[in-house]
């Protein structure tokens, strides 16, 4: 009996410190996330202290609002669909064939997710735009097409779905297919009916999330797109820093609000069928040496592709930046040339200290998170907590900075003259991939061990301290790395929220890349050169840290 009320006790504990957990990253996510979007809506919606709700179908009755609703939409789902077609194959190569140099080129697909959708669209511009190897060589260019956008959106999200379906595809037993080819089924056919649809959730949790970010582009689309495209989220920013149309800015950040929510459901649905529905075996035992020249031919065309699709870009932004004799665009990184009021250069050293504080506040708000979630409870309040933390990947960013900027102008929280605004900020971003990150380790940990260490009467801390961490320690650094990658290069909010005198890099290269001169376009391809060398070092190490269940992506 004594032993029972124990227990009872324990769990009790146990479900007041899981509450306790929650109040942290829900008070930071009202604060500095629903607060700002929900002032920047009713700045927009609000008008003589009464709503005007029909603003909303007047906004959408624009033909060119329509227009954009429609190629953000459009976009969305073709390179959704042309990322699918080029990245499976490289997807069943990761996960099916092993060879030499695997784990080097696996690091290397995964750089271009993490950098910087400002560097993603320089390293286009370099290649398709002005002056760029298409223009050099046969005098096609490509920027401000529909093409450059699309191929760029592969290139950023060519690792999402290498990771997600290749992770998973490794662990799939592959004596399932071959008993079906054994049975007289063709390797088509036994594909189809054995292999896919255990696939289908992965495939389909990639799709979401490639379809999220594209759907959400903002980067890529502003520079590669020109004054011709344009998302909803390069509307919402056009319509609030350059006509300071908030009524229509908020209308469309509803839209994509309403969006994303829809996404991020679907998403969730997904990953819950892909971890219940499924037996895997162990990853190491699924890949072999290709066999036969189908499989090495297979092997050498996703080499290629890596090859031209993700390196040939990062090559020619490096060659770019190098155009000038002895390192002349870098050297004038430390002059100030009247773009900025600080040197350029000094943009590396604002977005390192930026990053590490917004590292280590996503680390505490994600982990605090991601440990109230350790649990595999299904109720709703847990369900919507959860993605709750997802929301800031998809909701506008430069729908946040302005929010900030609208919301934290007044005591107890003006905080628009602080330097922790930006941090503040970036966090936001980072939270998630920390959560993703850490969640499936948390929950790997065997239960008993918690139960154990409280019915010793262990306390909830002392708990996660001697009996999580141990087991989570390299899963906590692989989160603060994607969180240190990510708050690096956040640019839709640290835009507006940036001072002058302390640019971060990617507001370095943007507005850079706004003035005319060869000079200014070649010290953004010095710039861009820097922080992707910075954001390439850092996955590197990541990846030698990661273990087969670390992490979600």
């Given amino acids: 009996m004594d032993l029972a009320r124990t227990e009872v006790a324990a769990r009790r504990r146990g479900n007041a410190a899981r509450l306790g957990l929650m109040a942290v990253p829900v008070a930071f996510f009202a604060v500095f996330f629903a607060y700002p979007v929900a002032a920047i809506v009713a700045r927009g919606?609000?008008?003589?202290?009464?709503?005007?709700?029909?603003?909303?179908?007047?906004?959408?009755?624009?033909?060119?609002?329509?227009?954009?609703?429609?190629?953000?939409?459009?976009?969305a789902l073709v390179s959704t669909a042309l990322t699918l077609l080029i990245a499976l194959p490289g997807a069943y190569v990761f996960a099916r064939f092993a060879f030499r140099g695997k784990q080097v080129l696996r690091a290397l697909v995964t750089v271009p997710f993490v950098l910087p959708t400002v560097v993603v669209g320089t390293a286009f511009l370099a290649l398709v735009g002005r002056g760029g190897l298409l223009d050099e060589l046969w005098g096609v260019r490509l920027d401000t097409t529909v093409w450059a956008i699309l191929l760029a959106h592969v290139f950023f999200n060519y690792a999402v779905v290498v990771r997600t379906v290749g992770g998973l595809w490794s662990q799939l037993d592959p004596r399932q297919e071959e008993a079906a080819r054994m049975l007289g089924?063709?390797?088509l056919r036994a594909w189809r009916q054995v292999t896919l649809p255990a696939l289908a959730p992965a495939v389909a949790a990639a799709a979401l999330m490639v379809f999220l970010f594209t759907f959400t582009s903002f980067g890529v689309v502003q520079i590669l797109g020109g004054p011709t495209f344009s998302t909803l989220e390069v509307e919402i920013y056009r319509q609030t820093s350059e006509i300071f149309d908030l009524s229509t800015a908020a209308v469309l950040t509803m839209i994509q609000f309403a969006a994303v929510g829809a996404i991020l459901a679907l998403h969730a649905r997904t990953v819950r069928r892909r971890e219940t529905a499924l037996r895997l075996v162990d990853a190491s035992v699924t890949a072999r040496r290709p066999r036969g020249t189908g499989q090495w031919a297979l092997?050498?065309?996703?080499?290629?592709?890596?090859?031209?699709?993700?390196?040939?870009?990062?090559?020619?932004?490096?060659?770019?930046?190098?155009?000038?004799?002895?390192?002349?665009?870098?050297?004038?990184?430390t002059d100030d040339g009247g773009v900025f009021l600080v040197p350029p250069i000094e943009a590396l050293a604002n977005s390192l200290q930026y990053a590490l504080a917004a590292t280590a506040i996503a680390v505490?708000?994600?982990?605090?998170?991601?440990?109230?979630?350790?649990?595999?409870?299904?109720?709703?309040?847990?369900?919507?907590?959860?993605?709750l933390l997802m929301l800031p990947l998809g909701v506008s960013a430069v729908t946040v900075g302005f929010g900030f900027l609208i919301a934290l102008d007044?005591?107890?929280?003006?905080?628009?003259?602080?330097?922790i605004l930006v941090p503040l900020a970036q966090a936001l971003v980072g939270v998630p991939f920390v959560v993703r990150a850490m969640l499936p380790v948390l929950r790997a940990?065997?239960?008993?061990?918690r139960e154990a260490a409280a019915v010793l009467g262990a306390s909830p801390w002392r708990v996660w301290r001697e009996v999580d961490l141990p087991m989570v320690r390299r899963a906590l650094l692989v989160a603060a790395?994607?969180?240190?990658?990510?708050?690096?290069?956040?640019?839709?909010?640290?835009?507006?929220?940036?001072?002058?005198?302390?640019?971060?890099?990617?507001?370095?290269?943007?507005?850079?890349?706004?003035?005319?001169?060869?000079?200014?376009?070649?010290?953004?391809?010095?710039?861009s050169t820097?922080?992707?060398?910075?954001?390439?070092?850092?996955?590197?190490?990541?990846?030698?840290?990661?273990?087969?269940?670390?992490?979600?992506?």
């Fill in 45 to 75: 919606l609000k008008a003589g202290g009464s709503w005007h709700p029909g603003r909303i179908l007047d906004v959408l009755a624009d033909p060119g609002v329509r227009h954009v609703l429609w190629f953000t939409t459009w976009q």
């Fill in 185 to 187: 089924a063709s390797p």
């Fill in 299 to 333: 092997l050498a065309g996703v080499v290629a592709t890596v090859a031209v699709l993700l390196f040939l870009p990062l090559a020619v932004l490096v060659r770019r930046s190098l155009d000038a004799p002895r390192l002349g665009y870098y050297r004038a990184l």
């Fill in 364 to 387: 505490v708000i994600g982990t605090l998170a991601a440990t109230a979630l350790t649990r595999r409870d299904t109720g709703a309040f847990v369900r919507g907590f959860d993605a």
């Fill in 410 to 419: 007044e005591p107890p929280l003006d905080l628009r003259a602080s330097w």
């Fill in 445 to 449: 940990v065997d239960v008993r061990l």
């Fill in 481 to 527: 790395g994607f969180a240190f990658a990510v708050s690096l290069g956040e640019f839709g909010a640290t835009v507006f929220i940036a001072r002058p005198d302390n640019p971060t890099l990617p507001v370095a290269v943007a507005r850079l890349l706004g003035r005319p001169g060869d000079l200014n376009y070649g010290q953004a391809m010095a710039l």
């Fill in 530 to 553: 820097m922080l992707m060398v910075v954001c390439a070092v850092a996955l590197l190490a990541l990846e030698r840290l990661r273990t087969d269940r670390t992490g979600e992506f």
